[in-house]
């Protein structure tokens, strides 16, 4: 792999999972944009006539990411697997140098309310918040995170994100967005070593 890589999608996901999946697999940092986020609103935070607070959010992140992308880490082969639901994700989107970091969006488009509610109850871990939320508490939130959903997965389909759709089997989905991802860098490498020669 020779890119960085971005995950984004709605929340409840899989976006961290599959960070995991990647760091485990190649080595890769995870960069985690909700503590990011959590830390700007922490130190700065919004008030009440201020309606451009999520733009700057988005330009702090765009920096953030693209300075990951040409320090020297980055040329000397250490990469990031960034992952978070953030505000205003278009323009997250158009600032992404693809030569450098690859987006990958993760989707549940197959779900209901229902169904993202049994989801969830089955692959949330013990450590996550949605665990020790009461069945009808976590239904009502559920009803918010399908709406986002649609929101999210609009967008992708606007700006041509890969999406990859997890409502099923995400292990599986997991291990097919790991092909793709390899298959890619195979071919790109070749592209660039047949350019060079």
């Known amino acids: 792999m020779f890119k960085n890589i971005l995950i984004l999608g709605p929340r409840r996901s899989g976006k961290t999972t599959?960070?995991?999946?990647?760091s485990d697999k190649y080595g890769y940092n995870i960069i985690s944009l909700d503590n990011i986020i959590e830390t700007f609103n922490k130190i700065f935070p919004?008030?009440?006539?201020?309606?451009?607070?999520?733009?700057?959010?988005?330009?702090?992140?765009?920096?953030?990411?693209?300075?990951?992308?040409?320090?020297?880490?980055?040329?000397?082969?250490?990469?990031?697997?960034?992952?978070g639901n953030v505000p205003n994700i278009e323009k997250i989107i158009e600032n992404?140098?693809?030569?450098?970091t690859m987006i990958c969006g993760l989707v549940y488009d197959k779900l209901d309310t229902q169904g993202l509610f049994d989801n969830m109850r089955k692959y949330d871990e013990s450590y996550e918040w949605t665990r020790y939320l009461s069945d009808?508490?976590?239904?009502?939130?559920?009803?918010d995170f399908v709406k986002e959903n649609k929101i999210i997965s609009d967008k992708f389909d606007a700006y041509g994100v890969n999406k990859y759709d997890v409502s099923e089997n995400r292990n599986e989905t997991f291990d097919n967005i790991i092909n793709e991802l390899e298959n890619y860098a195979n071919y790109s490498s070749l592209v660039y070593t047949l350019k060079k020669d």
């Open 46 to 83: 919004k008030s009440d006539n201020d309606d451009n607070y999520d733009e700057y959010i988005v330009n702090f992140i765009n920096m953030y990411i693209d300075k990951l992308s040409c320090d020297n880490n980055f040329f000397n082969g250490r990469k990031y697997v960034i992952e």
């Open 136 to 143: 009808d508490s976590l239904l009502s939130m559920t009803k």
């Open 96 to 100: 992404i140098d693809g030569s450098r």
């Open 18 to 22: 599959f960070a995991k999946v990647v």
